[in-house]
T-cell receptor, first 113, second 116 residues
Framework: SQKIEQNSEALNIQEGKTATLTCNYT??????LQWYRQDPGRGPVFLLL?????KEKRKERLKVTFDTTLKQSLFHITASQPADSATYLC????????????FGKGTTLSVSS | KAGVTQTPRYLIKTRGQQVTLSCSPI?????VSWYQQTPGQGLQFLFE???????NKGNFPGRFSGRQFSNSRSEMNVSTLELGDSALYLC???????????????FGAGSRLTVL
């Protein structure tokens, strides 16, 4: 079955630096990959989606890459701010029907000023 | 437009009891997914409903069940509660278009269940 791994449970960086989070997956090639942000006590919020034929996607200070050969996605936050502190989750389709998503366990980012 | 609404937000039950959680999706969204979130296991997929039919199911015991109504509202039920069922239960809605639409989820705030 599909498996997702987010390598780091926690990442601590200083304000202004670039945060890089990793998501690895196994077992088959998904059509797309998504990233969500979750704040304590709240549900996840969608951030970005990248399709298998896209190498890179950007949205303001966020950038996502998708390497289907390595079966890996990298999520970057440039010029990080304390307000970026949250848990970031990557998500893939459960199967090739693509009608349900499974999530990694997340990486908790802490940005200190 | 209104977001995904989950009720109740918090509840406390004892072992052996059952619980029903409710989810109202975004208007126009026909797919509702349920997830269990715990500190140790993260966000685990329970099931997904589309047009009143269960389309996908995760690896949870039969004590976990759900249903969807004709107005797309959904409920999930957990019977014979165990201590390990204590978790945040999240509901998410989407257009449910699968790979074509890339299935972006909008989550509710969750229902926090504590089993004593």
């Amino acid at each position: 079955s599909q498996k997702i791994e987010q390598n780091s449970e926690a990442l601590n960086i200083q304000e202004g630096k670039t945060a890089t989070l990793t998501c690895n997956y196994t077992n088959y090639s998904p059509a797309y990959l998504q990233w969500y942000r979750q704040d304590p006590g709240r549900g996840p919020v969608f951030l970005l989606l990248i399709r298998e034929n896209e190498k890179e996607k950007r949205k303001e200070r966020l950038k996502v890459t998708f390497d289907t050969t390595l079966k890996q996605s990298l999520f970057h936050i440039t010029a990080s701010q304390p307000a970026d502190s949250a848990t970031y989750l990557c998500a893939l389709e459960l199967d090739q029907a693509g009608t349900a998503l499974i999530f990694g366990k997340g990486t908790t980012l802490s940005v200190s000023s | 437009k209104a977001g995904v609404t989950q009720t109740p937000r918090y509840l406390i039950k004892t072992r052996g009891q059952q619980v029903t959680l409710s989810c109202s999706p975004i208007s126009g969204h026909r797919s509702v997914s349920w997830y269990q979130q715990t500190p140790g296991q993260g966000l685990q997929f329970l099931f997904e409903y589309f047009s009143e039919t269960q389309r996908n199911k995760g690896n949870f015991p039969g004590r976990f069940s759900g249903r969807q109504f004709s107005n797309s509202r959904s409920e999930m039920n957990v019977s014979t509660l165990e201590l390990g069922d204590s978790a945040l239960y999240l509901c998410a809605s989407s257009l449910g278009q699968g790979r074509t639409g890339a299935n972006v989820l909008t989550f509710g705030a969750g229902s926090r269940l504590t089993v004593l």
